[in-house]
């Protein structure tokens, strides 16, 4: 079973200092792993994805994030916060090949940026 | 181009009433997948359909249905309401039914339950 582990519900920061998100993933398969942002009132927007290519993967609005096997974790970082940074963050696991595109959710970390 | 589309925005439902919720995919999208967001948590997957077949069904009753009709588009059916059904409803239309595709998320319809 496939499932991701957000390790912080709330994070705040404040603009212009580093923002990290943190995920850790299990799967029985090589995983494809998202990060997808929710404003509010808005659908969900994907960030970036992780699909077995580079481990370093660089997504919109200047975030990226990391791929490493070993500490099973897909964290989420941008070197600078701006106020519309504020949002919902969700990680996002899927399985690579399989017969659908079921994505699963993790429970979402809200990012709060104070000027 | 327009996104994904859903109807309605909101909706008030009674407990025990049936509802249906509408989603049109990008064009060319022939995939389209439902999720269930309750509030302060991760939407679930409910089902995917792929060229108006079901491909997928997540962890729900059978009150819970759907369908792709041949344009694509897709309803969501709920029958027997529970109180527990209120949540935003999301579609989510990609070109295939494989996660190589990016899936594009439509606003979602919100659905309370009184």
């Known amino acids: 079973a496939q499932s991701v582990t957000q390790l912080d519900s709330h994070v705040s920061v404040s603009e212009g200092t580093p923002v990290l998100l943190r995920c850790n993933y299990s799967?029985?398969?090589?995983?494809?792993l998202f990060w997808y942002v929710q404003h509010p009132n808005k659908g969900l927007q994907l960030l970036l994805k992780y699909t077995s290519a580079a481990t370093l993967v660089k997504g919109i609005n200047g975030f990226e994030a990391e791929f490493k096997k070993s500490e099973t974790s897909f964290h989420l970082t941008k070197p600078s916060a701006h106020m519309s940074d504020a949002a919902e963050y969700f990680c996002?696991?899927?399985?690579?090949?399989?017969?659908?595109?079921?994505?699963?959710f993790g429970t979402g970390t809200l990012l709060a940026v104070q000027p | 181009d327009a996104g994904v589309t859903q109807s309605p925005t909101h909706l008030i439902k009674t407990r025990g009433q049936h509802v249906t919720l509408r989603c049109s995919p990008i064009s060319g999208h022939k995939s389209v997948s439902w999720y269930q967001q309750v509030l302060g948590q991760g939407p679930q997957f409910i089902f995917q359909?792929?060229?108006?077949?079901?491909?997928g069904r997540g962890n729900f009753p059978d009150r819970f249905s759907a369908r792709q009709f041949p344009n694509y588009s897709s309803e969501l059916n709920v029958n027997a309401l529970l109180l527990g059904d209120s949540a935003l409803y999301l579609c989510?239309?990609?070109?295939?039914?494989?996660?190589?595709?990016?899936?594009?998320f439509g606003p979602g319809t919100r659905l309370t339950v009184t």
């Open positions: 359909y792929y060229e108006k077949e079901e491909r």
């Open positions: 996002v696991v899927s399985e690579v090949g399989g017969a659908t595109n079921k994505l699963i």
């Open positions: 799967s029985s398969y090589s995983p494809s």
């Open positions: 989510a239309s990609s070109l295939d039914r494989t996660s190589f595709y990016e899936q594009y």
